[in-house]
């Protein structure tokens, strides 16, 4: 079996759809996408649920360490991207999947750690207040986790966040068996009256709405890795809400390189531990890149890891400006780079198998799963 160096080239041969005449609008790259299917399930024991929940990863290996860092064999893909699958009465299951490439004329479907510090320089997030910006597109898409964690709606029932929110690598956390998903909502005044109150300066008061999550989605790559190797790569999840949520929900995209992004920047918004009850937005730019991961210095506090990280392009095929979500955002990162000490916040990319992997577990089907 060929090694994963040539599935890379295969995957990575992305379309060029920005024309001589649109050259000026950042557009969605046409990616070869992948199909990764279930081969086999196996019922596994309940697990303890004893782990401490951490909101954020830290890693010493930084994008030099992670950019010379052997590829990984298609056989150790395969093990990466098999995913065990937590269900709400408490048991578990654990997959394993298939990976393949089907051409596009088939059927005609397609260190060591230092003080904590997430803040550079002056502190450029903004609180997102009122109902007019929290209810409303892209702002309504992030969700908070009741291990205190961030998430984004990327389907009528699913949710996208960080496996550490869930997993620490070797068991479940604490409260990961009763998971729960909470949807800001305005609290009810008194009588239901007081409109004047909207007219007010203040901003008016929130609460969550809190909706159980029936499973969950965790790739072997994180539980079988830490966050010093092959375990930062895998660090997403995906939850399956027992019933539909009712919002937008905001797609996701295969990360195209960041020098494709519009000026360079990403977005995100997630619950900063340090602005209890508040959601946050912050936009940065792009530092660096591996196949796997972007390195950037968005602000951000524990809370937000498992924040979608989105941008907006343009979508030629249906003629319109698209904001896809391209990765996850996992957490903080200290590098040693040449004896200067350098932070990094860092988030993982979508990249085409792992868009296979996570539309088909959002979706059931490869064939909805065609194009990234």
Known sequence: MAGLSTLILLLCSAKDVISSSSHWKPTWPSYRVPVILPQSTLNLDKPQFDAEARLEVISPCGPACHKSSPLPTYEEVKNYLSYETLYANGSLTETEVGIYILSNSGDGSQGKSRTKRQIYGYDSRFSIFGKDFLLNYPFSTSVKLSTGCTGTLVAEKHVLTAAHCIHDGKSYVKGAQKLRVGFLKPKLKDGGKGANITNSAMPEKMKFQWIRVKRTHVPKGWIKGNANDI??????????????????????GVSPPARHLPGGRIHFSGYDNDR?????????????????????????????????????????????????????????????????????????????????????????????????
């Open 231 to 252: 375990g930062m790569d895998y660090d997403y999840a995906l939850l399956e809400l027992k019933k539909p949520h009712k919002r937008k929900f905001m797609k996701i």
């Open 276 to 372: 209890p009850g508040n959601l946050v937005y912050r936009f940065c730019d792009v530092k660096d890149e591996t196949y796997d991961l972007l390195y950037q210095q968005c602000d951000a506090q524990p809370g937000a890891s498992g924040s979608g990280v989105y941008v907006r392009m343009w979508k030629r095929q249906n003629h319109k400006w698209e904001r896809k979500i391209i990765g996850i955002f996992s957490g903080h990162q200290w590098v040693d780079m040449n004896g200067t000490p350098q932070d990094f916040n860092v988030a993982v990319r979508i990249t085409p198998l792992k868009y296979a992997q996570i539309c088909y577990w959002i979706k059931g089907n490869y064939l909805d799963c065609r194009e990234g």
